[in-house]
């Protein structure tokens, strides 16, 4: 074995496809906040103004100066603008969100005055001023999320409540797939030699919920078995992609054409099989852009799981990269079962997690195999040389939720 296809670490492998998207990362766009959501922050979210902005009343009731009973002299609702009390003695009404007249000492709820025959209102207001004073929620000038934050509904009120009109964001990566392999069949049933291809379906969903985009003419296959197919449906989906992923061929059998096809393209390995199972025969590779910013390709395990854990290794660190977001960090979970260790590799196990938090491994989790991953929640992480026993704590990969969710 070359040096070159020594396996990586899997933590090192995450680290190169990490850095290798961020360093492609592409330019700066600044878009209305409607088109905004799933994006990723380019720059800090800075308050444009105090926030709030003027003195708000917190209640219905009334803005009262100097000792009661109180004489009404006007009333202010939501997007007024009061004149000032400048008598001692007098009160305005004033509306939940209403902007508090200079010169009002207090407020007084509706529910808790009276007026008498008169007109004269009487009250006693509360010990804690009942109004939102300037810069409670934020200070003028104030960071209020970094930049490389995801853009979800809740960022997007935020920046509007702000008064931002539109925000500068990263493009979301282009992926496309590429499906290798003539055993594949397309529809109906396997058999006869034949089996059904699962990865067409489930990899450009994967990609989405990665905050990848890929078009209904990125994806492609059966790619016919020859190196000349190979290497023209690589160009095709590297002309309109900043991600290829292709499925199968990540080996060196006789109609493993992917190794020969990047060398006739230029490419430079970034990782060459990762030290990881199941799934280590995985590859991601930078090839030269025509617009002088590189473009990767990922190549993924023909077995599903394989392929899976090849997405989540090296294609989801690169997206993050690409999209202008941070490496994710495992969580920590207790196991409720023993997890074998695979040697010298990280073990990525199959588990589900119950109400506790607590991840049960999952059977049926073969590298062919997906009946696990359906019920699974994510991956139990067992590092080289390692096991977890039951009852341990040790890292969780989850699986990717729905676009915009926060994992």
């Not at 902005?53 to 803005?63: V, Y």
């Not at 049933?189 to 067409?200: E, K």
């Not at 020969?260 to 199941?278: H, K, Q, S």
Request: proline share 11%.
């Amino acid at each position: 074995m070359s040096a070159q296809n020594i396996p990586v670490d899997w933590d090192k492998a995450q680290a190169l496809a990490f850095e290798a998207g961020r360093a492609a990362a592409g330019p700066v766009e600044t878009v209305p906040l409607a088109g905004a959501d799933g994006r990723t922050l380019a720059e800090p979210l800075v308050a444009l103004t105090d926030l709030p902005a003027f003195p708000t009343s917190s209640i219905d009731g009334w803005a009262v100066r100097g000792p009661a009973p109180w004489r009404p002299v006007g009333r202010v609702l939501a997007g007024g603008v009061p004149e000032p009390l400048t008598e001692e003695g007098t009160c305005v009404e004033i509306a939940t969100g209403a902007m508090v007249p200079a010169g009002a000492a207090a407020l007084v709820r509706v529910e808790e005055s009276t007026r008498d025959a008169a007109g004269l209102v009487s009250g006693k207001p509360r010990p804690q001023p009942e109004w939102r004073l300037p810069g409670d929620e934020a200070a003028r000038g104030e960071e209020l999320l970094p930049a490389g934050t995801p853009v979800d509904p809740a960022v997007l009120g935020l920046a509007a409540t702000c008064g931002y009109d539109a925000i500068p964001v990263r493009p979301r990566p282009r992926a496309a797939l590429l499906v290798f392999g003539d055993e594949l069949l397309t529809s109906g049933p396997p058999g006869a030699g034949r089996v059904r291809d699962s990865l067409t379906p489930l990899v450009p969903a994967w990609l989405r919920r990665e905050g990848a985009t890929v078009d209904a003419g990125a994806v492609h296959g059966p790619v016919q078995d020859t190196l000349d197919a190979h290497v023209a449906a690589i160009e095709q989906g590297l002309a309109v992609a900043d991600v290829v992923c292709t499925t199968g061929g990540t080996m060196h059998g006789p109609v493993d054409h992917l190794h020969p096809a990047l060398a006739r393209l230029g490419a430079e390995y970034v990782v060459n099989t990762v030290a990881v199972r199941p799934g280590f025969p995985m590859l991601l590779a930078r090839v030269p852009g025509p617009d002088g910013r590189p473009r990767f390709l990922a190549g993924l395990p023909g077995n599903p799981q394989s392929a899976v854990i090849a997405l989540v290794s090296l294609v989801a660190p690169l997206l993050a990269g690409l999209s202008g977001r941070s490496l994710p960090t495992l969580r920590r979970v207790e196991v409720t079962a023993p997890v074998p260790g695979r040697g010298a590799y990280t073990h990525l196990a199959l588990a589900a997690l119950d109400d506790a938090g607590r991840a049960t491994p999952v059977g049926h989790v073969a590298s062919s195999m997906l009946r696990g991953l359906a019920r699974a929640d994510g991956f139990v992480v067992v590092r080289p040389d390692a096991q977890a026993a039951a009852g341990e704590t040790t890292g969780f990969l989850p699986l990717p939720l729905f676009p915009g969710e926060r994992s």
